[in-house]
């Protein structure tokens, strides 16, 4: 629905969230128009919690929130090399306030990012999530069951969590130095904090961990490049697809091999697809194997008889002439599927994909393979 | 039912008991609560701690009557359907307050499951609050106490500890006793008159069940979660080691006219089986290494029952330290082994003494987050109830169970005379209702009305079907209304699907033409049976000039169909039709199933199919249902479907994901606008009427809807910017309820013909609601849905809203008949259900004018 009246943007309500505030003070404030002034210089400052961000609302345009400002990105080379860990961890559920263990960390995933490069490292485990609360093995299996479906007990893969926690601060810090900043999803942040805090008690390790969220990266790296905020709406469709669900070489090995689409490894590889496929195109970067899973369309576009389009209604009344025919299993075929063409243009456009098109020559060749469509039947069944 | 399934229903029907007092266990001073009875039955104030909260109401003096009834909601529980019917809606109308009768339709005279339940005209019921000196914490003790004082041994009486319901008067309004204990302590407790309720009040419903709760355990039936069961009687099947166990869901109400007794016959499925035989099963099969692990993941989540007391619980864990030689500390804070305790208690002596034990977490009652109290449950005595899931898919084991449990008319009608028997021979359930002043009466009948049937208006035929149930045969050689031709559109399949695909093709393409619908060839693509390669497949060749994606799916693994949808309703939006490959390959019925699947592509494209007389113009009516989201991240999934154009055939959906953990809906304003909007696009005009059939509404949350989502509805309604706005009538629409509708013939009994309405005496006073039945039962007893208006500005007359609301049952395209709801809310279903199940986020607004979802 359109906002209605101009007056209510998030400004007025920063200020009318205010005023008891300021009563308290005992200030005169009746209306939001008479609270204005007082707030101004407190909706100017920075307050970096991840849902409120009023800086978001001041239309300046140069503006930049903390934690990009903190990665001196001065210039597009900078932002373009700038490396970036999106880390995830998943839980065996998550247990009620009343419980000193809220979460059961039990995989966590990583990786190293940069505009430039693409994905550069990734880091997975699975954690031993340790012993089970008394009475919560329902619940938790349940919230197993339901996501990531990794066995809450007796998993042969789980490592304990002082080494899990070793292994990722050798990955995100190999070098001694500053400590990198972390990105996760904003959904997820409360739980991969928890775990992480838990984690490093149990294994008294202290080091304290800057957790950023990745809505918060996407709307810099965009101000950065285009000096304009992006739309909250635009930010979240543009890291919640499903396009990238069932890519290859996504998931870690245990829930490829299990079919299962939740996997931390896969959260945190789909969010570098993610930035790769709509932020890194706009610095015009090419794209590479690194930034999104191209193996797998180019692998449609190499010969491969897995995949065969038929484009039946232009062979249809052929067929009723020739009853004998009934499909293809050629695999030029496929190569055809991907030229352009008036009719079905290809779908995805991928950069840099090498077409081997053929123009209507194919069509002649496989109206003569037509012909001899009964023997190639037989030998594809 | 999956034991998980029955936790979630469980968890839908709002906490199944809390509708009960414990008052003829007059178990002597023990102190003994074991730990697996803690207290689990529920009583009027919730639990004993809550009884010095609610210590000083009696200086307050007598109130009469339930005015306000604020009191009543802090002091006492009320039953959540009971406080339903504290919500009058039916006297803000003034075109229904003296009738809400219709007149249209052949009169015919129907058996109900309600009996009479007579009251003498001037009775009351007289709430006491009683207090102890000293005070006493153990319920049960203040209730044998009570119970044994000789001068209340001949009145009629529930207690809870705190609060007292007598149905006649004490001589005096304070009334000091003094009794002893069995520990020789004397005990003064002071009683005190805080209120007189008349018959009508809601609080009078609840003791009045609670009278019943005795009344069937005199007739050795157990309360199960919400209902009775008799274990004496069980009906086994022991082909499948189960046995049912007999019962009735009842409960005591005002209904129009009178009070009312109803009864409906449910049953038990108990498995033959304890948890230790299935253990030990489970041993033999596959040895002790993995047999821990194996177990706990077959046990975990299953409901048991034991049968001691009678009690379901959740098996959430398993302790395989816990010995049953093992001691538990008791509330008195002696220890005792769990052998003796179940031989002093129960009289049970264990035999396995090397059995782990059971853990289950019961819930807290009280909302707030203490620690839930856990409970130590021994195999042995634990039954597996329910199905399992391997059960569930065992055709033959479904079939027996469904042979037993799914009664006719007849049989339903027979057990329901027994029951009404049982009560009225019973000695002590007789003496039990005279005490109290009730007579239990016959069964009452009553007379409904059958609505004429309704013609189905093809694009240039007027249809009169033979069924209103299914008229599929009846058009089959008529055209559709509306729809575009399909001319570019995909079938993705894996290679073994290839030979069903060319014989289905040409069946799609000769159905479609027949109905009026142009299906083009399709490109199809071959890929290997995984579902990254169909996903693959769709990114690859879908564009923005494809109209339609059919993907022939290999298995019904959930995988495939979630991740096609997800991608192309959200992503990607086009209409996508999934078939499994299994469906086409049944040869001898490929042209009707290819009429179904034409059907369901000609409605995702934005088909209209079929339309029925709507008499008023410019009506838009909306269907809103919510769904819990299944990855169960406490998020409720809200659906709306609105009608977009005056024939009611093109429907606007909007859906959208709340985080709360209520069903109540957030977001119903910016849908209204946005369905408001989307009518004036295609009709230069706001609809002058507008009708709401909400679903999903529970037990108790009447008043919520009636005061949250109405004024939402409301608001965007009266912005909506015209001169005039719309009227709005809002319905709440419920599948569940108790009464049955029989027509009596021949001195046998049937199933109530479809376009039946009943809205007198099944009805409720204070609403202005009716039944109807829209749904044809060929086995079984058809059960009717209720509807319930509680907001009219429209002010049609009630025949109109009930032949409106019958009208709509026929246009839900996905079923060539009736179905139970009307079609919007069917609708709003679908697509919540779709959205919770495979897509867990909002769909594209692209699709909103499509039926995507069917």
Partial sequence: ?381 | MSGRARVRARGMARSPDSLSVQCTQTSPSGMLTPVDLSDSEASFSGDVEGTSRISQPCNKGVSSGDVGSTFVEKSVKIRQDCMDLGVCTREKWAHVRDSKTGSSGIPVKLATNLFNLDLPQDWQLYQYHVTYIPDLASRRLRIALLYNHSKLSNHAKAFDGTILFLSQKLEEKVIELSTETQRGETVKMTVTLTRELPSSSPMCIQVFNIIFKKILKKLSMYQIGRNFYKPSEPVEIPQHKLSLWPGFAVCVSHFERSLLFGADVSYKVLRNETVLEFMTDLCYKIGTSCFTQMCEQQLIGLIVLTRYNNKTYRVDDIDWSVKPTHTFQRRDGSEITYIDYYRQQYNIILSDLNQPVLVSLLKSKRNDNTEPKIVHLIPELCFLTGLAGQATSDFQLMKAVAEEMRLSPLGRQQRLARLADDIQRNKDARFELETWGLHFGSQMSLTGRVLPSEKILMQDHVCQPMSAADWSKDIRTCKILNVQSLNKWLIVCSNRAENVIEGFLSCLRRVGSSMGFNVGYPKIIKVQENTAAFLRAIQQHVDLHVQLVMCILPSDQKNYYDSIKKYLSSDCPVPSQCVLSRTLNKQGMMMSIATKIALQMSCKLGGELWAVEIPLKSLMVVGIDTCKDTLGKQVVVVGFVASINPRITRWFSRCILQRTTTDIADCLKVFMTGALKEWYKHNHDLPARIIVYRDGVGDGQLRAVIEYEVPQLLSSVAESGSKTSSRLSVIVVRKKCLPRFFTEMNRTVQNAPVGTVVDSEATRPEWYDFYLITKAACRGTVSPTHYNVIYDDNGLKPDHMQRLTFKLCHLYYNWQGLISIPAPCQYAHKLTYLVAQSIHKEPNLELANYLFYL
């Fill in chain 1, 1 to 381: 629905m359109p906002n209605r009246r101009a007056s209510r943007n998030a400004y007025y309500f920063f200020v009318q969230e205010k005023i008891p505030e300021l009563r308290r003070r005992g200030l005169p404030v009746a209306r939001v128009a008479d609270a204005i002034p007082y707030c101004s210089a407190d909706w100017a400052k920075l307050v970096s919690t991840p849902l409120r961000k009023p800086g978001k609302f001041i239309p300046k345009p140069c503006f930049s929130p903390p934690d990009m400002s903190s990665l001196s990105l001065k210039s597009d080379q900078a932002l373009l090399g700038g490396i970036f860990y999106f880390l995830n961890i998943y839980s065996h559920g998550e247990l009620p306030p009343h419980c000193e263990q809220r979460f059961l960390p039990c995989e966590i995933g990583c990786v190293k990012y940069s505009l430039q490069e693409g994905i550069m490292a990734v880091f997975h485990s699975f954690i031993n999530p340790g012993e089970i609360p008394r009475g919560f093995r329902f619940h938790c299996q349940a919230a197993s069951d339901s996501t990531h479906k990794i066995p809450i007990s007796n998993f042969e893969f789980g490592h304990d969590q002082a080494t899990v926690l070793q292994n990722f601060y050798k990955f995100i810090h190999p070098n001694l130095g500053n400590w990198p900043s972390i990105y996760c999803k904003s959904d997820d942040r409360a739980r991969v904090n928890w775990c992480l805090k838990r984690m490093a008690r149990v294994s008294e390790i202290r080091q304290d961990i800057e957790l950023l969220t990745v809505e918060d990266l996407v709307v810099g790296i965009y101000q950065q490049k285009f000096l304009k905020e992006p739309s909250k709406t635009w930010v979240r469709s543009l890291l919640d697809v499903a396009m990238w669900d069932y890519s290859s070489n996504t998931r870690c090995k245990w829930h490829e091999e299990h079919d299962i689409l939740f996997c931390a490894l896969a959260v945190c590889k789909k969010i570098a697809y993610c930035i790769s496929n709509s932020l890194a195109t706009l610095f015009g970067i090419q794209l590479t194997g690194a930034h999104i899973p191209l193996q797998d369309y180019e692998a449609s576009n190499s010969v491969t008889p897995k995949m065969v389009v038929l484009d039946a209604g232009r062979y249809w009344n052929q067929r009723v002439e020739s009853p004998g025919f009934s499909h293809f299993s050629c695999s030029n075929q496929e190569q055809r599927s991907n030229t352009p063409s008036d009719d079905y243009p290809s779908g995805v456009k991928i950069p840099g994909q090498n077409s081997h098109a053929r123009g209507r020559g194919i069509t002649r060749l496989l109206e003569s393979i037509s012909n001899s469509s009964s023997s190639i039947h037989k030998f594809s069944k």
